[in-house]
Nanobody
Framework: QVQLVESGGGLVQAGGSLRLSCAAS????????MGWYRQAPGKQRDLVAT???????NSADSVKGRFTISRDNAKNTVYLQMNNLKPEDTAVYYC????????????????WGKGTLVTVSS
């Protein structure tokens, strides 16, 4: 069974930095796209940034120039470097493995982590 474990969230002052990590495990053969989404209280879950296995990235306009997504395919791990954080970045950040194929099932499915809380104080 595929598991995604996020880490790196916490409390930081505005202007500070955090680095999130998400490691996928569980007999994975390949993962098409990995990404980060966030959900603030009372709001829907929104895309933050994604990265394909080939390194093609996509990110929300609100984080361009501040957040950088990267990936280690060998470790099935995705990172999100967040700089110049703002109070509006406060949310639970979720990791997603899109199009993950496991050795056991050989089927492509999407998997989500349980989330890590990022709080930015003003």
């Amino acid at each position: 069974q595929v598991q995604l474990v996020e880490s790196g969230g916490g409390l930081v002052q505005a202007g500070g930095s955090l680095r999130l990590s998400c490691a996928a495990s569980g007999g994975i053969f390949s993962i098409n796209a990995m990404g980060w989404y966030r959900q603030a209280p009372g709001k829907q879950r929104d895309l933050v940034a994604t990265i394909t296995s080939g390194g093609v990235t996509n990110s929300a306009d609100s984080v361009k120039g501040r957040f950088t997504i990267s990936r280690d395919n060998a470790k099935n791990t995705v990172y999100l470097q967040m700089n110049n954080l703002k109070p509006e970045d406060t949310a639970v950040y979720y990791c997603k493995a899109g199009g993950a194929i496991t050795i056991a099932t050989k089927k492509s499915m999407d998997y989500w982590g349980k989330g890590t809380l990022v709080t930015v104080s003003s």
